[in-house]
């Protein structure tokens, strides 16, 4: 079945996340679907509380105490009334401690259960009416058990036993570490942030550096601006002992600048090494579509933990080797490039650019991602066969046990294997379906640059490959997004005839399959019910399952 939007939603208007799949989200494994928790329901549901306010600013002021593990800030939210409001719901995860709500220079009352706080104003603020308020708070964030999959704050030391600290949370949510209306589909017009740490380690985060504040505490405020909408699990800070890296990209005679940042002494190896991110944009944007933020810049920023694709910050935690790794080393990708330049960089497209409207379409992110990766090689190479062993390198992974797409308005991250591997393979698989390839390149870049900045859905996909080709692939999407069903092709020769029909799938499903009829390609439409074609004796017969993701069955 088709899932129906809510009409809330509707109103109203995401995701590194790497392929571990091993690793347990926070709000879902690959085998099981999620329980709706009390707090899954008040984050993941977009009620009156939540609906009734448009974020345009975030104001994020926090002060880190590296010894302790501990942060203390204040955070003023900028918003536009959608409704007239006496009380709205403002996201922190209950650990973190609220000293104070203020608006317009006094304090007011708010209550809260699980990670909802209920902000009551002391008058009512008109519809249509831009205002704000500050959520002072401190507290002990939570720390990544294994970021970034499991993510929150990874406190750690570099090799010469220095601070060095980052956050990671996609699934968590922003509200383990600042207050913010923290769904997928709300995002700020631009953000401020100002985080203050001990002198000597340097703070960076997302966007643009605009100043440096010594304090008299030995401490230095370093303040960052992102002059665009992001995804709030996208905001970040990283804490170390910092120094830039610069490069330049040209491209039409205009020059933009790369600012990356890593331990001082990395500063050499990533000059030679980071210039292959130039290579990755321009991939992409030959693809998909410009590059959405240089206004706010490109940078990497060593990380330590693998890395995640933070807005015009991407973390960077590989070793710089494409050969020997962390993740190059089980993910070779021909040698041709960091599995975590491109994997994170190409997020700043899916997942960064066009978001999904709900954390259960997630697959725009990842299955988009990884399906790049392929095409990448495709265009690298110039050859579709390395495309085709790509994706056989990662199909392993895929376990059929839960539908892609999964509930919506519950707090559902569809961060599992599936979403990943089986989404890539699903976009091959409809590539192939539509057998058109002028007309499959144009789907996919005509969906991302019309939706850049913004939030799509997975019927939004299908709208748009239904105005390319003029046919309707619902049934497509109902099999492969929203079953965990992998279509079965039951097959037999005799010396006269070869038989055909679908298994495992869903009534409508009417996908076209390839065949190779001694070498030669046949397309044929299989239904439920055996169906035949005539051949020679002895005629060989192949079923093209490494452009289609079917399961064969040959009974006879
Ligand atoms: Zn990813």
Known sequence: MKKKFSILILIVLFIACNANVANLRPHGSQTDTPELTRNNY???FLNEYRSSYDVTYYDINIDFNIEEKSIDGFVTIKAMALNDIDTLQVDLVKNLNIKKIIYKDSPIEYSREE??????????IDKDTLFDFTVHYNGIPQSADNPPWAGGFTWSKDKNDRDWV???CEGEGARIW???KDHISEEPDSVRMAFTVPSGLMSVANGQLRSVVEKDDNKTTYEWFVSNPINNYNISVQIGNYVAVQDTFIKENKTHYMNHYVLDYNKEIAQNYFPQSKEVIRFYEKYFGDYQWWDDGYKLIEAPYLGMEHQSAVTYGNGFSIYNGVR??????YGVIDPLIIHESGHEWFGNSVTAIDPTHIWIHEGLQVYSEALYFEDKFNSYAVSVDYL?????????KISIVGPEDENYWALNGDTYMKGAWVMHTLRSAINDDPIWFAILKEFMVENAKSHVSTEDFFDKVKEKTGTDYSYFSEQYFYTPNQPELEYYQTDSSFYYKWNNVNA??????GLLVNGAEKRVLPDQEFQSFEIRQHSKIEVMDWKFYIKKNKTR
């Open 42 to 44: 008040l984050m993941g």
């Open 115 to 124: 990670d909802a706080i209920m902000v009551v104003f002391n008058q009512t």
């Open 166 to 168: 980052a956050v990671s």
């Open 178 to 180: 600042w207050p913010n």
């Open 328 to 333: 190059s080393d089980s993910w070779a990708m």
């Open 392 to 400: 056989k390198s990662i199909k392993s992974r895929i376990q059929n």
């Open 508 to 513: 409508n499903f009417i996908m076209p399959m």
